[in-house]
């Protein structure tokens, strides 16, 4: 407990510490919001693994195999085949272009503040919901490790995260990703030998598993037509998330874009499988938990010593907070960047363009947290409110955004169609559509047919706005 | 299917893809 205590406050003053630097590094809003759209492959790639890498991935996805088996863990083979679609096809076209937002992008295509608008409310409604997922996990956390009733977990990581987020803006979230990708990889490069020692090596490992669950290496516990849309969901979601295209915006180049997607390939492979072999320790160490969720809790605290389950349960804070303070550091810009900027007016000062942006993301961060203690969505796996975030955001974006730089016949009309019908469709199919095919699958074809559909019977899109996306 | 298919081939699969995706910047960039 006081091991426990003491590296996670080591971790957190380093978080702060890199939070301070990133306030006294931030001269103007493209600073504020994209870390200055100049980082390297090394920080612009390890951001982009660790925004990827979230409490789904070290709550989540453990849950998930925990529960229904291994062949969840093949899905894992969509997410480098969505970054390699980001590099190679949408990133030098997007890029030719750099705004300081994703809804900024999409009012200069489409030639409408209303475009901008709406794609800014699809971003806040959707993150704080996504937002709140990875909050509860980390009440959990808090609760396993500290006793603490979860609740003030809730509160506290809200807090430490408005701290550095909204304070230090993109340079404190992209260099604490680097920092938090660091231990988010040694806590689970450490675990791994020892968790597999305690149950007496890989060979007695794996036979223990089957005995007690022989369907764990089959194909059985998930339906086919699931485990690939749910694949589609993670490759389309990969690619048109509104956090991770910023980081397109954020690192200076193209050749810088292709090495640090490599890095982000690399490392979210390494992390998951290892998260996944210790899946299989807890089935056998821990075969009767009630909730697949509890299973990483349940290594941090009663297989690993003291000091590295300490390690692991920082690991498991920094692979929730370096996806959440990327989540609030968009969702704020699009609450004061797109949405809130009418206010300020086009002579505002820098300064208070910051401000609005540290105010935006500050009150972003406290919603989620609210509607907790108002007793508002508690509840599914981490997994699937992970997986329905990631659907929804590739149901919105994926369409308007790739067509959006491809086909130059794509109209404001379209665009808002599809993101409003890609939307419609994926929460549709959730709450009423069957459970054997992922939402994203009608999400993403309602999606497609209204952009094209819609902008071949609207006005083509005026030159000036095609102009810088397609030159010569 | 064989588990050991269903457990070795995810691992076998994920080096392949960033194999392929090693050449792909070589190529790109050579």
């Known amino acids: ?241 509104p956090e991770k295209l910023t980081r397109l915006y954020v690192m200076k180049d193209m050749r810088t874009i292709r090495r640090g997607v490599l890095l982000n390939i690399v490392a979210i492979l390494v992390i998951n499988l290892i998260v996944f072999m210790l899946a299989l320790v807890a089935i056998v160490m821990f075969p009767a938990l009630p909730t697949g969720d509890l299973a990483m809790p349940m290594i941090t605290h009663a297989v690993l010593p003291a000091f590295l389950g300490a390690i692991m349960l920082a690991a498991i804070a920094a692979a929730m907070m370096s996806t959440v303070s990327s989540l609030l550091i968009v969702a704020g810009s699009a609450l004061s960047f797109d949405i809130g900027h009418t206010l300020l007016g086009p002579a505002a000062s820098q300064e208070r363009r910051m401000w609005l942006g540290r105010a935006g993301t500050a009150v972003v961060g406290c919603i989620p947290v609210l509607l907790l203690l108002g007793g508002v969505g508690q509840g599914e796996l981490v997994q699937f409110i992970v997986l329905l975030f990631t659907g929804l955001m590739a149901a919105s974006f994926f369409v308007p955004v790739v067509l959006g730089v491809y086909w130059r016949r794509g109209t404001k009309e379209g665009a808002i169609a599809s993101m409003l019908g890609g939307m419609i469709a994926t929460f549709s199919w959730k709450l009423y559509g069957s459970p054997a095919l992922d939402p994203v699958l009608p999400g993403f074809l309602v999606s497609l047919a209204l952009m094209i559909g819609v902008s071949l019977v609207t006005r083509p899109p005026p030159r000036h706005a095609l102009e810088p996306f397609f030159p010569g | 299917m064989n588990p050991g298919f269903v457990f070795w081939g995810l691992f076998l699969a994920a080096a392949a893809t960033l194999l392929a995706y090693v050449l792909w910047m070589w190529w790109v960039e050579r």
């Not at chain 1, 500290?146 to 803006?169: D, H, K, N």
């Open chain 1, 1 to 241: 407990m006081i091991v426990s205590i003491v590296v996670f406050v080591i971790y957190c003053a380093i978080v702060f510490g890199i939070g301070w630097l990133g306030l006294r590094a931030t001269r103007d809003e493209k600073d504020f919001w994209i870390a200055g759209g100049r980082l390297g492959w090394l920080v612009g790639g390890a951001t982009l693994a660790a925004t990827h890498i979230s409490a789904g991935t070290y709550i989540g996805t453990i849950g998930v195999i925990y529960g229904a088996g291994w062949s969840f863990g093949w899905l894992l083979l969509s997410i480098p085949l969505g970054y390699w679609f980001m590099a190679a096809v949408l990133a030098p076209r997007f890029t030719r272009v750099r705004k300081l937002t994703l809804p900024a992008f999409m009012e200069d295509r489409y030639y409408s503040s209303r475009v901008r608008a709406l794609a800014a409310v699809i971003i806040l409604v959707a993150y704080i919901v996504f937002i709140q997922a990875q909050i509860v996990a980390g009440g959990l956390i808090a609760n396993v490790t500290f006793g603490i009733p979860a609740i003030w977990g809730m509160i506290g990581f809200t807090v430490i995260l408005l701290a550095y987020t909204s304070i230090g803006g993109m340079i404190a979230v992209v260099w604490t990703d680097y920092f938090q990708l660091a231990v988010m990889g040694i806590g689970v490069l450490a675990a791994l030998p020892i968790a597999i020692r305690q149950v007496g090596g890989f060979d007695e490992l794996m036979t223990l598993v089957q005995a007690a669950n022989p369907r764990v290496f089959t194909w059985e516990s998930l339906p086919p037509s699931l485990l690939i849309t749910m694949g589609l969901a993670f490759m389309l979601g990969s690619v048109a998330s």
